[in-house]
Structure formats: C-alpha cells, structure tokens
C-alpha cells in the first residue's frame, strides 16, 4: 500500500514540476507579453495544482489526514489564477503595450474603436 | 523518497530565479507584473514541497494565505497599471 501510495505522490509531483519548467521555458523565450501571459497564468496554475495533489495524496495515504485546507487551496488557486490572467492581459492592452509583428488579428481594437464612438 | 523532494524544491527554486530574471530584464511593466504573479505561484508551491520535507501540517495554513495575498496583489497591480490609480474617490461612476 505504502508503494502504491508513494508511486502516486511521486507521479503527480512529477507532473507539476514538468509544467513549472515549461512556464519558466514560456516566459523566457517567447516575443510577447500576452504570449507571455498566456505560459505563465495556464501552465503554472497547473504545475501548482498537481503538486499540492501530491500533498494532499501524502497526508491522507500515509498519515491518515484527510486535509480539507488543501482542497480549499486548489479551489482558490483554480478559481482565481485564470482571473488574474485576464486582469493582466486586459491591463497591457489598454496601457498600450503593443503585440509582436507576429499577430494575425486584433479582434479587441474593432471593439474599443465602437465604444469610443458611442461614447462619444 | 526524501532526496526526490528535496531535489524538486531544488528545481521550483531555480525556476523562481529564471522568473526573477524576467522581473529584472522585462521591456514593460505587464512583463514585471506577469513574472511576479508566477512567483506567487511558484512560492505556494515551495511551501507544499516544505510541508511533505518536514511532515507537518502547519504549513498548510500558509498556502492559503499566499494565494489570498497574491491574488490581491496581481489585481491592485493590474488596476494600477490599467488606470493608474487603485482607490478612486469618484462617486459619480
């Protein structure tokens, strides 16, 4: 059981570091701050929910402590890190960082371009 | 099975100093903002690596008060950012 047990642990902490390493790789390497926003705010929210699955797989297997504030960590961090994400993002576009040359489409300009104008 | 976490929290720290890089080196601010909110990120993680490291619970209250105080601080960060003020005094809104 303890094999088991620690096999899992093992397993998930594994994944979790695989998908801190890709954000690190993400936000050192690509053109841009929404490309940037994009590796840091899904990647590392994944990487950070699978190790604290592992925490919590180690205290209910091998203590025997079925930890209710780990679960309600990885409810927070799953509800609020794609909002932050977005709050970034929305922040850089309108203080007017501008995208890398390799932007196809700009849906949001079309948008602010109207309600400028209906406001006006 | 301690030298597996003990080189984990190895590896989450070197990526929080390739973020702390990004902070230094970031062209605008965004970049800066987007760096310290993965920190955050990475720091939760750290303290969940601490906790299995010395099999206990008390750390576990941690976790949750670094994603509260992150959480608010990447939205008052962007806030400012966005409308270069945090508080506003306007009630005609």
Known sequence: MTVIANTLIVLTIVVGLIFTVVTVIGVLRLPDVYTRAHAASKSATLGVLSILVGTFFHFWFNEGYFSVRILLGILFLFITAPIGGHLMSRAAYFSGVKPTELTVGDDLAEVVERAKKEIK | ?93
């Open chain 2, 1 to 93: 099975m301690m030298t597996f976490i003990w080189i984990s929290l190895i590896i989450v720290i070197v990526s929080m100093f390739g973020m702390l890089y990004r902070i230094f080196r970031g062209p605008s601010t965004p970049d800066r903002l987007i760096a310290l909110d993965a920190i955050g990120v990475m720091f939760i993680s750290a303290t969940a690596l601490l906790s299995l490291l010395y099999d206990t619970g008390f750390f576990l209250d941690v976790i949750l008060l670094l994603a509260v105080l992150s959480f608010i601080g990447t939205v008052s960060f962007s806030k400012f950012i966005e409308k270069g003020k945090i508080i506003e005094h306007d009630r005609n809104r």
